[in-house]
């Protein structure tokens, strides 16, 4: 009786301190988490080299020019490594069908006006590829030039890190129209890098029928901070295009 | 390091080959693929928060946090843990309303919407949240803490603004039954039908749902009961045109539940309207103790019988929108709504006196009431303020896309005719009133017209042209939004003579209020999980229409009918005005997103009962300034095994900026109010919510921390800070035969049974200055009673 009289006198005491109590066991789980890898670009880069140098290397590349279409080429790419287990990768990476995996290491291309100094060559050091496999658990900083890798696979990890990042940084448009429009639909939206992974332009393939949605893939997609390119991937190529469906949905609404 | 200087290597390398070899040729595009953004859910803050990036402080209260709540719960209740917010219900189920404050502005200070259409009164901008659309329904409710929306379509938000959003209909053919139970007799029963797609070309949709609710007063005696009707269309005309259109209709008649001072609460915490049926006298005065007369605040003599202190009220709204893109640049949209409302409230018991017909009286006087053929008798009766609104508007607006301008221009208008009377009816000696909605069996003045004791006609025109420009820099990182409006209401009120104070003769006046209003607004994306944000926006609330009312005085009558009258217009009151400052930080990360803002209100010519000096009288008038400043912050985790958390906290340091002009003993007298803080501001506020989802269960315990908050102008009396807690848990059980997500849920408002008052003032007129009852405006506040501890279960279920 006399505790629950106390208890009472002190409901105002023991219900702030409950509120307290619930705002540290809110702290709490978020430090319980275990600590994943941030998705930051910087490391991003390596994480891709990492990664490449996990399966054994296919066909070793050709000595000398001849740039054979490796036909193991079109591999399906393990997901990256490090990402979070969240549901993120629905649809395999498809690289273009025609992305010829080419790993002419003669093919540097004459960089577009807009990127200035990106030309890089792409699998330049002739190393053997012997030492793909010891290279795999080292420590990822200090990983010296990869062994060469058929460069569509470098590129698809690269893609794979790039998908990974938007999904990473997605959101359905917020704001009084966009709550009133609630619009819904898919815009297909490309993205131009360059070698460095600077943007150099954004723009809408097919509209969504929304402004408001087509407004926010392109903020998505120009507002991003995107890792260089590997060394290895987009042979040749000064920039690059990559093609996103950003497919803007409401729960419980269909 | 070691990697840049590898790649500079090999760029140096490269350059060096690429004059030396032709160009070789590779595909220059690559597909990453689909990746799906899905607009609202339990992502982030158990659906308390989303990943906002505007100007502006903004909350939202998504699908996900609105299906764990209960289903009755009102708007009000389901933004209470937001930060900046303080709401309260007059009871768990959120059936009989409640009130709603945010940085020191009454929820009659605020612009309320429902998709778009504004749903404020047009008189006096009161709101009503137990009249909006079921729960199940609602896939979003927002609030701008402070800044104005400027397409919005508000004159009376001198605050910021809330919006509902209602659900669309669904792609697939179904539907959703939910049924609740729980103490106080309480249920509900709801039911929706989905058409799904129709058609060949599989172009439209629609909805419609009905549900009936009722629970009895915690305290006292009565009940809520509520039938509504929610129904939608979406048509998707052409590729780039759509229309949607939501119906919104409620009829409820809820007994009221009666306020209390501090002292009737230590005394009786229970003490609510007697059901002791007031009788008639055979003949003589009823207007005396033990009969019609009553007193509420129970220090002597009895409070009024509970079932002649009613609500019913009917509404409907209809919205729709249709909106077509035009190109690729351009999109056009209207907007048009028609708000319906008819209704009465507060205590309607009453006495009216009979007259023998006498031609200097309006009307030759009051008729026979109880029809015993005495003209002498003072009799009880049922009297109570009708309102009747018709309310169609339309928006326009044009969404314009050109370089990295996004620029929203739009037009705005509305005519509300609301129509305020004060009939009465004949109650009998068992409490039965002859017709609750006061539309018909009413009493008539000796020469057969109505007996009116308030009948005003307000024709109330709003407009306001708006654009903002929401222009894109810095690879779409650095937002500014620059906006306008000019915003006008235009009230035409026509005054019909009636028995009412300051009433007894027939006139027009037509007053107009108007402003330009701008607004800035900045966003800057740091890095990616960083932005900053501020803006400065201004806000304007026109006078309500009452002070038009009221300004006849030494009329005399002949006949019946007005001989001789003077009008002492309560003139000269300007709209109050506000300027909003926000500035603030949101952190997008990993595993959780926060937000802090810092705010300042400058609260200008907040309009209450004061002395008007032009006047030489007690009416509503700009009383003075204000200041809040203050911040707000917020987290929400993302669920982290099954785990997940919002939290807010909100701090408000809120200044009456001058004196109060009142009266006392009939001459002008100030109140020391400079420096005081404003009432039913409290300077701490918390909440904070955790939630366990694991498969099928769910389970979310929130709390909301109130701190002291002042009644009065002059600070003598406050309330005590308080704490509630509330259990939300739910079960999915597995899917059968045609039901899908069948869901068992348990809802327990204020575990802890937490005794608490609520104040009851709104913007102006009613709040209490003073406790020294020889000032005009001091006296005793009243309040509203906490809810006690309440448990509901539900089963729900789609087919």
């Not at chain 1, 789980?29 to 399966?55: D, F, G, N, W």
């Not at chain 1, 900083?141 to 460069?151: C, F, I, M, N, S």
């Not at chain 2, 109880?370 to 044009?398: C, L, M, Q, W």
């Not at chain 2, 030494?554 to 309560?570: I, M």
Request: hydrophobic letters at 35%; glycine letters at 10%; charged letters at 15%.
């Amino acid at each position: 009786m006399s505790l629950a009289l106390q208890l009472f006198r002190h409901r105002d005491s023991a219900s702030t301190a409950g509120t307290v109590l619930l705002m540290l066991a809110f702290a709490v789980a978020i430090s319980l988490k275990p600590h994943l890898p941030s998705k930051v670009q910087a490391e991003t880069v390596m994480e891709i080299r990492m990664l490449e140098e996990a399966p054994p290397a296919p066909p070793p590349p050709k000595p000398l020019p001849a740039p054979t279409p490796a036909p193991a080429a079109k591999l399906q790419l393990p997901s990256p490594l490090p990402t979070p287990p969240k549901p993120a990768v629905k649809e395999p990476t498809r690289t273009s069908p025609n992305l010829t995996p080419n790993l002419a290491p003669s093919a540097p291309s004459p960089t577009p006006a807009s990127a200035p100094i990106s030309t890089t060559v792409p699998a330049v050091s002739s190393a053997p590829a012997l030492p793909a496999k010891e290279a795999a658990p080292a420590k990822p900083v200090e990983a010296p030039p990869p062994a060469p890798k058929p460069a569509a696979q470098i590129s698809d990890g690269y893609i794979a890190k790039l998908r990974a990042y938007v999904q990473g940084r997605k959101r359905y448009p917020t704001g009084r129209e966009a709550s009133l429009a609630k619009p819904t639909g898919t815009v297909r939206a490309w993205l131009l890098l360059n070698r460095q992974g600077e943007m150099q332009d954004v723009g809408v393939e097919r509209s969504s029928d929304s402004i408001i949605l087509d407004s926010e893939a392109l903020k998505l997609l120009r507002s991003g901070h995107y890792p260089a390119f590997p060394d290895e991937a987009f042979p040749g190529q000064g920039t690059h295009k990559f093609y996103f469906d950003l497919d803007y949905q409401r729960s419980g609404e269909n | 390091m070691q990697h840049k200087q590898t790649t500079l290597a090999l760029a140096i390398a490269g350059l060096f080959v690429a004059s030396a070899a032709p160009l070789a040729f590779a595909q220059q595009a690559s597909e990453v693929g689909r990746i799906t953004i899905i607009g609202e859910g339990d992502r982030l803050g158990n659906g308390y928060m989303v990943e906002e990036d505007g100007t502006k402080e903004r909350g939202t209260v998504t699908k996900a946090a609105i299906d764990k709540a209960r289903s009755t719960a009102n708007p009000f209740q389901l933004l209470n843990v937001l930060p900046g917010v303080n709401a309260s219900s007059y009871d768990a189920t959120g059936l009989f309303g409640g009130n709603l404050r945010v940085r020191g502005f009454n929820s009659d200070q605020m612009g309320f919407t429902i998709n778009g259409a504004p749903v404020n009164d047009s008189g006096n901008f009161a709101v009503y949240p137990q009249e909006y659309s079921d729960s199940e329904n609602l896939c979003e409710i927002f609030v701008t803490q402070g800044a104005a929306e400027t397409d919005a379509p508000h004159v009376g938000a001198s605050g910021g603004n809330v919006g509902l959003v209602s659900c669309g209909p669904k792609d697939q053919r179904g539907g959703k039954f939910t049924q609740s139970l729980g103490q106080l007799n309480f249920h509900k029963t709801f039911i929706r039908l989905d058409t799904g797609l129709l058609g060949e070309s599989k172009a439209a949709k629609l909805f419609m749902s009905y549900s009936k609710s009722e629970v009895d007063k915690f305290k006292g005696f009565g009940k809520a009961d509520r039938d509504h009707v929610d129904a939608g269309l979406e048509w998707k005309i052409s590729s780039d045109t759509k229309l949607t259109a939501n119906l919104l209709y409620n009829h409820a008649v809820n007994n009221n539940f009666m306020t209390v001072t501090k002292a009737q609460f230590a005394q009786n915490p229970s003490a609510d309207f007697t059901n002791v049926v007031p009788q008639h006298l055979a003949a003589g005065n009823e207007n005396v103790v033990a009969n019609f007369k009553y007193d509420n605040t129970g220090v002597t003599g009895r409070p009024a019988y509970y079932g002649y202190s009613v609500n019913p009220f009917e509404n409907y709204l209809l919205t729709a929108r249709l909106e077509s893109r035009i190109n690729n640049n351009l999109t056009l949209s209207a907007e048009p709504y028609y708000w319906y409302g008819y209704g009465t409230g507060g205590t309607e018991q009453n006495t009216l006196a009979e007259s023998a017909s006498n031609g200097t009286k309006l009307g030759y006087g009051v008729g026979n009431i109880n029809g015993n053929g005495v003209k002498t008798d003072t009799v009880g009766v049922y009297r109570g303020s009708v309102t009747e609104t018709h309310r169609p508007g339309i928006t326009f607006k044009a969404n314009y896309v050109v370089d990295n301008h996004k620029i929203l221009a739009g037009y705005w208008i509305e005519r509300a005719r609301h129509r305020q009377t004060q009939p009465a009816t004949t109650v009998d000696n068992n409490g039965n009133v002859a017709n609750i909605w006061l539309d018909g069996s009413l009493i008539t003045l000796n020469d057969g017209t109505l007996y009116q004791g308030r009948n005003w006609l307000t024709i109330s025109t709003g407009t306001s042209a708006f654009v903002t420009d929401t222009i894109s820099l810095a690879n779409d990182r650095l937002q500014v939004v620059p906006g306008v409006r000019y915003t006008s209401i235009k009230r035409d009120f026509t005054n019909y003579a009636s028995l009412g104070t300051g009433a007894g003769a027939d006139y027009q006046v037509s007053r107009s209020y108007s402003k330009p209003l701008g607004s800035l607004g900045l966003s800057y994306k740091v890095s990616d999980p960083l932005q900053v944000f501020g803006n400065i926006t201004q806000n304007m609330r026109a006078p309500s229409n009452f002070v038009l009312a009221g300004w006849v005085s030494s009329v005399t009558y002949a006949n019946g009918a007005v001989s001789a009258y003077t009008l002492k217009p309560n003139d000269g009151i300007k709209e109050e005005t506000s300027t909003n400052y926000e500035g603030g930080v949101r952190y997008t990360g990993q595993d959780f997103n926060a937000s802090a803002t810092l705010f300042q209100v400058d609260f200008k010519n907040r309009i209450a009962q004061g002395y008007n000096p032009n006047t030489g009288s007690y009416t509503d008038f700009n009383v003075g300034d204000s200041r809040t400043r203050g911040f707000e912050l917020q987290l929400g985790s993302k669920p982290i095994h099954g785990w997940s958390a919002f939290g807010s906290l909100t701090y408000t340091e809120s200044k009456i900026l001058n004196d109060f002009p009142s009266m006392k003993g009939g001459v002008a007298a100030t109140l020391a109010t400079s420096g005081k803080y404003f009432p039913d501001t409290p300077q701490w506020m918390a909440s904070a919510s955790a939630q366990y989802a694991n498969g099928p269960w769910l389970a979310a315990l929130t709390a909301k921390y109130v701190g002291k908050r002042y009644t009065t102008l002059t600070n003598e009396e406050y309330l005590d800070p308080y704490t509630t807690f509330d259990l939300d848990a739910g079960y999915v059980l597995p899917n059968f035969s045609v039901l899908k997500k069948p869901t068992l849920r348990l809802n327990i408002s204020n575990l802890f049974n937490k005794r608490y008052l609520i104040a009851n003032s709104g913007s102006g007129s009613n709040i209490t200055t003073t406790l020294d009852a020889t000032y005009s405006g001091g006296g005793t506040p009243t309040y509203y009673v906490g809810a006690p501890r309440f448990t509901s279960v539900s089963f729900s279920t789609e087919f």
